[in-house]
């Protein structure tokens, strides 16, 4: 059933409620558009309900009253050190010089800061300066912000919010023009007509059949569950071309999720190397090292993991090791003191324990004798104090004390890499590299690679989401 009336006309229609979409229809509609809201979840928020939501900004008044010199200057050549000039250097240089726009919006709207903010985040490759800010109640703390400011702005503008609203469907003249879109509301097909359309629909690592299509692996995911790549479909019907195809970066590792196969908490993994100093060692399935343990760049850790079989190590340790791993950030597992590992091994998925090592491999599906040989040579090098193999230089202990540990971890996929092509003005670009008039993308909607890069860089999906969104909204309010 179709329903067209002058009800359903728009100056701006954004598709996603979540951090990128929230800013652009709020600044859209604060400045004079008739705005329309469009979320296929019945909530607002999108990923802002599980992300860390740190941002990153530089010559904020929070940094000044700290006495920490910036510039955009530099947090773009920092962006640039860390992404190792693999992000797309015209968008990057937008969130370097409006980011502090951003942060200085959330601080104007009572945004509770974390007190210790901003600080250097030493999760992945740090930047220099201090830049990272985030909320006391991580993304949630950015969404209450909005959901106040979104309430003042329906009360107060002509923004209209429809939640439970799958758009299906771009609609285009006979020119290609992007003139709205189609929408599914109380079960009815809807199409609502707009001058522009801005898709704001976040990444694809809820949809494990078009992250296998594009990144050819396996998908463990902590994305959000909306995460399902309906902005990439949706561009690419009216011929959108894609953009950040090799860029792809998994985070480090997580335990299985015993609930849901597929799945992983963010939270629950191992104790980063950068964290503390490793007693463990890492293998394969076929039981053998793949990396140098003790390498402080998590970055170089993520883009070896990439190559392994199945995106999938175990962290394989003895009980003296384990009794040692006591105490915050000691861990072997995060916040699981070693009885606790111990309580939980053989009986959750993924955490196993024996009496010899070749046991321990059968348990966990490692390869036994290849696990076996590896361990003997590693004792060996632990007892020469050089590791000739990889350059391992934390070699404090054999591995020789049973009972012996085996926990498996899997890549983690929180962010996707490729997306819609855009230019520096968020126009979605076709296969010719024209733009398609009309038709905007902001968002991870345009790709984790178009402003990480082939790395994590502090705070650059949250902060380019939320900037663009407020740069595009405000934008179209008078175009
Ligand atoms: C666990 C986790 C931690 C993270 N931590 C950080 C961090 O600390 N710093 C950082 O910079 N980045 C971080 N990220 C990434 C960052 O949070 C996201 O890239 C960003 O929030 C995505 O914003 P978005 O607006 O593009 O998408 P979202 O916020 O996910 O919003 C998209 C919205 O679109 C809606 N939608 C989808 N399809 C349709 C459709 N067909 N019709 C209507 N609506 C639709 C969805 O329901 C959703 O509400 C993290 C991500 C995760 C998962």
């Given amino acids: 059933m179709s329903d067209i009336s002058r009800e359903h006309d728009f100056d701006v229609v954004v598709v996603g409620a979540g951090t990128a979409g929230l800013p652009c229809a709020i600044h859209a509609a604060q400045g004079g558009a008739k705005v329309l809201l469009l979320d296929k979840d019945p909530k607002i928020g999108g990923t802002l309900h599980v992300t860390g939501g740190h941002m990153a900004a530089a010559g904020t008044r929070r940094q000044a009253e700290r006495g920490i010199e910036d510039s955009a200057e530099l947090h773009l050549a920092d962006i640039q050190r860390i992404t190792q000039g693999t992000a797309r250097e015209d968008l990057v240089t937008v969130v370097a010089q409006n980011a502090a726009a951003t942060i200085e919006w959330l601080q104007d709207r009572d945004f509770p800061f974390a007190p210790e903010t901003p600080r250097i985040v030493y999760g992945h490759e740090p930047y220099e300066i201090a830049r990272t800010y985030y909320g006391k109640d991580e993304g949630v703390s950015i969404l209450e912000v909005f959901q106040a400011e979104l309430d003042r702005t329906v009360a107060e503008h002509d923004l209209t919010v429809w939640t439970a609203s799958p758009v299906t469907e771009i609609l285009q003249d ?25 898709l704001a629909t976040g990444g694809y690592g809820a949809d494990a059949e078009l992250f296998q299509e594009l990144e050819g692996a396996p998908l463990v995911s902590a994305a959000a569950r909306t995460s399902t790549g309906d902005g990439l479909h949706l561009g690419m019907a009216v011929g959108a071309r894609l953009q950040g195809a090799g860029t792809y970066l998994p985070t480090f590792g997580g335990l299985p999720d015993p609930q849901s196969p597929g799945r992983a908490n963010w939270n629950d993994r191992q104790r980063l190397t950068s964290e503390r100093p490793p007693r463990e060692i890492y293998v394969d399935m076929d039981g053998k090292r793949w990396v140098r343990e003790d390498e402080e760049s998590i970055d170089e850790k993520e883009r070896a993991l990439v190559g392994i079989p199945d995106q999938t190590f175990w962290t394989i340790f003895d009980d003296a ?3 040692l791993s006591t105490g915050t950030m000691n861990e072997m597992i995060v916040g699981l003191e070693p009885d606790a590992v111990r309580a939980v091994a053989d009986t959750r998925v993924g955490v196993h324990s024996a009496s010899s090592l070749d046991e321990l491999a059968r348990k966990a599906g490692i390869d036994p004798a290849g696990l076996v040989s590896t361990v003997e040579t590693y004792n060996s090098y632990v007892a020469a104090g050089e590791d000739p193999e990889f350059g391992r230089t934390y070699l404090p202990a054999p591995i020789a004390q049973g009972p012996f540990y085996a926990v498996r971890n899997h890549a983690i996929t929180l962010v996707t890499f490729q997306g819609l092509d855009i230019d520096a003005e968020f126009q979605v670009r076709d296969e010719a590299g024209e733009v398609i008039p009309g038709l905007y993308a902001i968002g991870e909607v345009i790709g984790a690679g178009a402003t990480c890069g082939n790395s994590f860089c502090s705070g650059m999906l949250t902060t380019p989401a939320l900037t663009f969104g407020r740069l595009l909204g405000t934008r179209l309010a008078t175009a």
Wanted: hydrophobic content about 50%; charged content about 20%.
């Fill in 321 to 323: 090791a384990l009794a």
């Fill in 174 to 198: 006979s020119e290609g023009v992007a003139t709205g879109v189609s929408v599914l509301r109380g079960g009815d097909e809807v199409e609502v007509t707009a001058r522009a359309v801005v």
